[in-house]
């Protein structure tokens, strides 16, 4: 071996040694957030949920009377219409940044005020 391919297998190493250490650090750098709403009437709780870029959002939403859902359309997150007293865990992926609205797509509930803010951190 010369010593131009010396240096090639040199730097193809240490690419490779860096890719094995740099690719856990950012897979790790994922948290888990672990989120419950519940609502009453026509309202979520807590009305804004904030959570960082990358994060895997378990969001559990706890009905407390009615009939209701939960709806994030940016991150085709969404429980099931369920009755009062019923409750749905949910995951996804917060892979975008930004404010978006949640809601709930029952009826005119949004329109009556059913809605809240989820604000990803970049
Ligand atoms: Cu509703």
Not at 4 to 29: C, D, Y
Request: a negative charge; hydrophobic letters at 40%; glycine letters at 10%.
């Amino acid at each position: 071996m010369n010593k131009r391919n010396t240096t090639r297998v040199r730097i193809a190493l240490s690419v490779l040694l860096l890719a094995a250490v740099v690719v856990p650090a950012v897979a790790q750098a994922q948290q888990t957030v672990e989120i419950t709403v519940t609502s009453r009437g026509f309202d979520f709780t807590p009305e804004e949920i904030r959570v960082n870029l990358g994060d895997r959002v378990v969001l559990t939403y706890e009905n407390g009377g009615g009939f209701h859902d939960w709806v994030l359309d940016e991150f085709d997150a969404a429980t099931r219409q369920i009755s009062g007293g019923q409750s749905q865990t949910i995951e996804f992926v917060a892979d975008q940044a930004g404010e978006f609205e949640f809601y709930c797509s029952v009826g005119n509930h949004r329109a009556r005020g059913m809605v809240g803010t989820f604000i990803v951190e970049p």
